[in-house]
């Protein structure tokens, strides 16, 4: 089964300083991962994704996340953040079944609050 | 536009009603998928469907919630006889598909219709 665990509800950060945002995933197969940020009552955006390629994936906005298998995790980060990262962050895994389409699994989310 | 689109935004019932709610999906996109955001929760998989077979509706919480894509491009979610624990953001994503089987497209989601239940 899939699943998704973000270490932190809540991360604090001054801006123009790094981001981590941390997530650990269980699969069963050989999983696809994604990260997505929420603003307020918008709906979500694809920030990156792996598929199997490259384990340093590159996003946008200056995002990046790094795959490793032996740890399970694919965490988020950013060298330098920006007030306007302040939004909720996803870590999603996905089940590409044929009778699921790809059916996506979300973690509960992790806050990111940008102090000038 | 280009995105997906979900009307309304907002939406109030009261208890007992029944609501529906709209998504349009990007042009050609295959596969459709419904979910349910709690506040302070990660959105839950309700519905999928790959043009208008709905292939799985296993996140559905109860009977009073009924999902259909009859032409395989808008789709409408359903919910009878609302309750107060159906108050949440639905939100509605798209994607294509893979020629294989399998398939591992990135979702693209709409701005969600927020329900609240009186």
């Known amino acids: 089964a899939q699943s998704v665990t973000q270490l932190d509800s809540h991360v604090s950060v001054s801006e123009g300083t790094p981001v981590l945002l941390r997530c650990n995933y269980s699969?069963?197969?050989?999983?696809?991962l994604f990260w997505y940020v929420q603003h307020p009552n918008k709906g979500l955006q694809l920030l990156l994704k792996y598929t199997s390629a490259a384990t340093l994936v590159k996003g946008i906005n200056g995002f990046e996340a790094e795959f490793k298998k032996s740890e399970t995790s694919f965490h988020l980060t950013k060298p330098s953040a920006h007030m306007s990262d302040a939004a909720e962050y996803f870590c999603v895994v996905s089940d590409p079944g044929k009778d699921t389409g790809n059916q996506f699994y979300f973690g509960t989310g992790t806050s990111l609050t940008v102090i000038p | 536009g280009a995105g997906v689109s979900q009307s309304p935004r907002y939406k109030v019932a009261k208890r007992g009603q029944d609501v529906a709610l709209r998504c349009d999906p990007i042009?050609?996109?295959?596969?459709l998928f419904w979910y349910q955001q709690a506040l302070g929760q990660g959105p839950e998989f309700l519905t999928y469907?790959?043009?208008?077979?709905?292939?799985?509706k296993s996140g559905l919480p109860s009977d009073r919630f009924f999902a259909e894509r009859p032409e395989g491009s808008v789709s409408t979610l359903k919910i009878q006889r609302t309750q107060q624990e159906d108050s949440a953001v639905y939100l509605c994503?798209?994607?294509?598909?893979?020629?294989?089987?399998?398939?591992?497209?990135?979702?693209?989601f709409g701005d969600g219709t927020r329900l609240s239940i009186l």
């Open positions: 699969s069963s197969y050989s999983p696809s």
């Open positions: 469907f790959q043009n208008e077979a709905q292939l799985d």
């Open positions: 994503a798209s994607s294509v598909r893979d020629r294989g089987e399998y398939s591992n497209q990135p979702q693209h």
């Open positions: 042009s050609g996109h295959v596969s």
